[in-house]
């Protein structure tokens, strides 16, 4: 009998998602904010995405043998507990919080687990339950899925978990040896997060924007040292100025933050006006220059060893795995070979790392991760039945071949939604739920800022490019199926396609493959056919606020929601009406 695991994530109130194996092959796992249309999920349960799970995988809830969560009770006798009490000794209720009743959030989180297993059915008395800690389950999601073999360095760089941030270890025979950690509220992540606070932008969605930013800014103009110590193998957060809590934050408008009015004394006041500004486009370029080196030393005294042995391979998670720049300094580093970033590097992911571990402690070999396509998938009914049914009355046909009109669309320097099989996992769309536009034509990043991204008309979009095109664009063999990295893109292809490189002459390339994703790789190819190249602008399908689209439902609403010319669901072409027949 197959042993069938549910991996949860979502104890920290965001994120929450499932991810199901049977054996050690991962089959379905998809993020409740997918499903609900809520952002994050903020404080919800996976509830819809574990009976996703168990519909897709064709199970019923006696089957489930173990769930796996991706977060642990921390004992009094390690220094978890005690270095959060001693750092934040400044709010003696949190400190004598951590010391006296440390796990409570995980006895919460283990009752809203209970409560919501019951919900579904599943026998909670009958299943296993496997806690695993919130940094091991970063690190699994990386290790486990990576497929790679032999001793293999591992990099968990997030923002917090039960009391871990940061994680330095190494996988080897299906085990996985931590080497260090650090912790709350020393955190790069916490470090890069209070600056996109301060910055204006929102924790776990402006980092991305911070980065961007960075890119037209001065990194040496301002010095941004001040926030943290650093020694080479040790960090620790200056909470003078930010990671501070209670009355040390800085408040506003009834909102704390996450920085303290003395970080206003040292840069000046919050931004609130143009984002692109001095100081703050600077400050932009020194957060992300103070992040790259600070992660790149510590990589470095902790794991550049480990790496030389395992023949140059890392494998990183956690949501500061994200910043696709320091991704690529990585890489460029001599002793490093090859890196695997978990494409689902956020809490999210940590239901699939969470299960993995769960798995590999049975003593069961866990299976690489083959794509990302693990969500829903609708089929060419419901999209036609949708069509009939909307509001607006669209107008649709049903195509012969789906890819030669998208590409014939593309080439004319339309904009085309492409809803297309099972939706991807994690925050990138490859090629399944993504807004298409002919990247040689540099109007198309002001046509999508706004008139469907409504966003800044300074940032940039990403590629995706045929693999045969790849080495001669990126200058490079290196893996890039899942948007995870940053490549220097040649001369001759940054003057053709503006529209997807930074200002720094990087780009976050999507490199696609026939056996990854067929469908999409062949309507690259119909674009290289018509234009002499194959490769698309690619932005997922949503609006500002918005999680990625789903179901053909919610591509409807999206498509009417905006000013996107031409949506093709499955084989089926959508436009709008022309008012004059409204």
């Known amino acids: 009998m197959s042993l069938i695991t549910l991996g949860l994530s979502g104890a920290g109130g965001h994120d929450s998602a499932a991810a199901l194996f049977v054996d050690g092959d991962l089959t379905a796992a998809v993020e409740e904010e997918r499903l609900v249309r809520r952002k994050h999920a903020k404080d919800m349960m996976p509830i819809e995405s574990v009976r996703f799970c168990m519909r897709y995988a064709k199970i019923k809830p006696r089957h489930i043998d173990m769930v796996a969560l991706s977060y642990a009770p921390i004992s009094l006798f390690t220094p978890a507990r005690w270095h959060y009490a001693k750092r934040h000794w400044y709010a003696p209720d949190r400190s004598l919080d951590a010391i006296l009743n440390g796990n409570r959030r995980y006895r919460r989180y283990l009752g809203e687990v209970r409560t919501m297993l019951e919900q579904l059915d599943i026998p909670w008395k009958k299943v296993k339950l496997v806690p695993v800690e919130h940094q091991l389950a970063h690190a699994g999601s990386a290790y486990y899925m990576s497929g790679f073999e032999g001793k293999t360095a591992i990099l968990g760089i997030d923002l917090k978990g039960e009391y871990a941030t940061t994680f330095f270890g190494y996988g080897e025979n299906g085990k996985i040896h931590k080497i260090k950690e650090f912790y709350q509220p020393d955190s790069l992540t916490g470090m890069y997060a209070a600056i996109t606070d301060y910055l204006g932008f929102d924790i776990l969605d402006g980092e991305a924007r911070v980065m961007g930013m960075a890119t037209y800014g001065g990194p040496n ?24 809590v209670g009355l040390r934050r800085y408040k506003e408008n009834s909102r704390g933050y996450y920085f303290s009015p003395k970080l206003i004394e040292l840069l000046g006041p919050r931004r609130t006006g143009s984002l692109t500004e001095d100081p703050y486009l600077h ?164 046509a999508i800022n706004k008139k469907i991204k409504f966003r800044e008309n300074w940032r940039c979009f990403s590629p995706s490019m045929l693999d045969t095109l790849a080495e001669d664009v990126l200058q490079t063999t290196h893996r890039a199926e899942y948007m995870s990295m940053s490549f220097d893109v040649a001369p001759e292809w940054r003057e053709r396609f503006p529209a997807v490189v930074y200002k720094d002459g990087t780009s976050r390339a999507h490199v696609v493959t026939r056996k990854a994703n067929p469908r999409f790789y062949q309507l690259l190819k119909h674009v290289e056919e018509k234009t002499g190249y194959g490769i698309v602008l690619n932005t ?32 089926v072409l959508v436009t709008k009406r022309p008012e004059s027949a409204i």
Not at 540 to 567: K, V
């Open 540 to 571: 997922s399908m949503n609006r500002p606020g918005e999680a990625i689209i789903c179901t053909p439902e919610d591509a409807l609403e999206m498509f009417f929601g905006s000013d996107l010319e031409y949506l093709i669901m499955q084989d």
């Open 283 to 446: 400050y932009a370029a020194s957060i992300q220059k103070l992040y790259e080196e600070i992660a790149i030393g510590l990589t470095t005294h902790y794991l550049s060893d480990i790496i030389r042995e395992g023949n140059g391979r890392l494998v990183m998670a956690g949501i500061g795995a994200l910043n696709v720049k320091l991704n690529q300094r990585l890489l460029a580093l001599p002793w490093v070979k090859e890196i695997f970033v978990q494409p689902a590097a956020g809490d999210a992911g940590t239901a699939i790392g969470a299960a993995a571990c769960a798995i590999a402690k049975q003593k069961i070999p866990v299976k690489r991760m083959k794509h990302a396509f693990l969500g829903p998938r609708y089929s060419m009914e419901r999209c036609i039945r949708v069509c009939k049914e909307h509001r607006e009355k669209p107008v649709w046909e049903i195509l012969e071949n789906p890819t030669e009109k998208a590409a014939e669309l593309l080439a004319a320097g339309s904009l085309v939604g492409w809803f297309q099989g099972r939706m991807e996992f994690g925050p990138r769309a490859l090629g399944n739920r993504s807004i298409l536009a002919n990247p040689a034509q540099s109007e198309m990043v002001d």
């Open 221 to 244: 103009k301002y010095d941004l040292s001040p926030l943290v110590e650093f020694t080479g193998k040790k960090f620790k957060l200056n909470t003078q100025l930010i990671g501070t």
